[in-house]
């Protein structure tokens, strides 16, 4: 169990019972909606995680308003990550890590993370939606603290691949903006090492089979959201270290398939990012579908009127998918 006395959940709005059940180890008294409840809650470090000795933090989880009245949960001050499991009624044996954007300030944890999850478990996907630390919060080594919770995500899954009734060798990523970057990072550095190894988990391949990336930041330099960099790097970054973490310049022939989209007109993150690793991955020989849509603005979703042009990018994700042997 972790230390629930140290680090504890504040529940917001109409609150994340879930992520009291990974801190606390029982049932919260607290409701949440059956849809939202995982099945299974896999906390990613064995104690404090890498770079924590000296940080203490209250879990926050806050309702983002929505004129629709969806949900819209944010979730801050993240001191124990944790693996959302969501079974598909019928899995097929494949499985995503769902990796939430938000900037490196906030996850957005409904829009990119439970929706996400309906929708692969609806295609017999087993999803993984993963609750990763913000750099900001006084993690030492704050630029790799993302990477490290993606990487030991990861193994954590093929750990218990066997249990859950995934192939490993069927396990793929899906990051949304700034969570694109954490995917594009698990893509392009799976086997750099971030973190000392804590156990026998840690000898397996953190390597992604595949990975999407929606509307990804990518780069720290030309083109970079700049927020989402200063939230990384810090305000007064290097350009050594903008290069280091830049994703362009890290993609190999061992990259996995990548399936990349965005849109023209989005005004928050430049679409020059997905076009940056879009060259960089056919410059290299990795297997990659992109898509650009006229319109589309940034941080759409599953749940879009069939008109709207990026409605159509979960039907072109599934064929890249099935084409590249992840979905059946």
């Not at 064995?46 to 944010?74: F, M, Q, S, Y």
């Not at 840690?202 to 700049?226: I, K, Q, W």
Request: glycine share 10%.
């Amino acid at each position: 169990m972790f230390e629930q006395s140290r680090r504890s959940l504040i529940v917001g709005g109409m609150g994340l019972a879930s992520l009291c059940v990974a801190r606390a180890g029982r049932a919260s008294p607290a409701a949440s909606p059956a849809a939202d409840k995982p099945d299974e809650v896999l906390p990613l470090w064995p104690g404090t995680p890498p770079g924590g000795a000296n940080v203490t933090l209250t879990e926050l989880v806050r309702d983002n308003p929505d004129p629709k009245a969806k949900r819209n949960r944010r979730i801050s001050n993240i001191g124990n990550p944790v693996l959302m499991v969501k079974r598909a009624a019928n899995p097929n044996g494949a499985a995503v890590m769902a990796i939430p954007g938000g900037g490196y300030s906030v996850l957005n944890y409904d829009g990119a993370g439970t929706d996400h999850a309906r929708w692969l478990n609806a295609l017999g996907v087993t999803t993984f939606i993963l609750v990763y630390r913000l750099p900001g919060e006084g993690w030492a080594g704050r630029a790799n603290v993302p990477l490290q919770d993606a990487q030991r995500a990861m193994r954590l899954i093929r750990a218990n691949a066997g249990r859950l009734g995934i192939d490993p060798t069927r396990i793929g990523i899906l990051g949304s903006s700034a969570g694109g970057h954490v995917a594009g990072s698990l893509a392009t550095r799976f086997d750099d090492r971030v973190y000392d190894p804590l156990d026998a988990d840690d000898n397996r391949s953190a390597r992604p089979n595949l990975a999407a990336l929606l509307f990804p930041v990518v780069t720290m330099g030309e083109n970079a959201h700049v927020p989402s960099r200063n939230a990384l790097l810090g305000a007064n970054s290097t350009a050594a270290e903008r290069d280091a973490y830049s994703l362009e310049r890290h993609v190999t022939p061992d990259t996995p398939p990548m399936f990349l989209c965005c849109a023209g007109d989005d005004r928050v993150v430049s679409p020059g990012n997905t076009l940056a690793l879009y060259r960089a991955a056919l410059d290299a020989g990795v297997k990659t579908e992109l898509h650009v849509f006229q319109t589309g603005g940034h941080g759409f979703g599953v749940q879009l009127p069939q008109a709207v042009p990026t409605a159509h990018w979960p039907d072109l994700f599934a064929r890249f998918a099935r084409y590249n042997g992840l979905f059946v």
